[in-house]
């Protein structure tokens, strides 16, 4: 099954515009040059926030979409544990002044508010992907119950694992 369904892509499309505009921007991308993460996760967040108009014509399967959706849960809770209060010193906030420096500070500032805000955004998506997979699944196990790895995705989410 391809998922095709509009509700998804805009969720989708929300997430992409405010992890480049709010998380992974000019500004704070250094900093996640220290978290590991395999290149695999950094693949699918990719996938997730580079969405193209192939994979809107082709669709997403909930395989594909789950595995996203966790690859990202994977980067929010790696950041939290891994970065959490040292953002500001691991991109060198002490080096730029100027328009710059305000806009980075803004930046950091708002990093953890704006983490929060895409981990709730990535728990609505995976949500809106359940609910299809059920809809979808007519009486058999949907796909989500059989990926023992989505077990935890919440409290990843929240900072609870």
Do not use: C
Request: hydrophobic residues 40%.
């Amino acid at each position: 099954m391809s998922i095709k369904n509009t509700q998804i892509f805009s969720i989708i499309d929300r997430i992409s515009e405010h992890y480049h505009q709010n998380i992974a921007n000019r500004y704070l991308r250094k900093a996640f040059s220290e978290l590991t993460i395999e290149s695999d996760t950094w693949e699918k967040i990719g996938k997730l926030t580079e969405t193209s108009e192939y994979a809107r014509l082709q669709g997403y399967s909930f395989n594909e979409l789950y595995e996203n959706i966790y690859a990202m849960a994977i980067f929010i809770k790696k950041v939290r544990n891994e970065i959490g209060g040292n953002i500001r010193f691991m991109i060198g906030a002490g080096q730029v002044s100027g328009n710059e420096k305000l806009l980075m500070d803004m930046a950091v500032i708002n990093f953890d508010a704006n983490l929060g805000l895409l981990a709730d955004m990535v728990n609505e998506l995976y949500m809106k992907t359940i609910e299809l997979d059920r809809a979808e699944a007519r009486g058999r196990a949907p796909i989500y119950t059989k990926i023992s790895e989505l077990n935890n995705i919440g409290k990843m989410l929240i900072g609870g694992v």
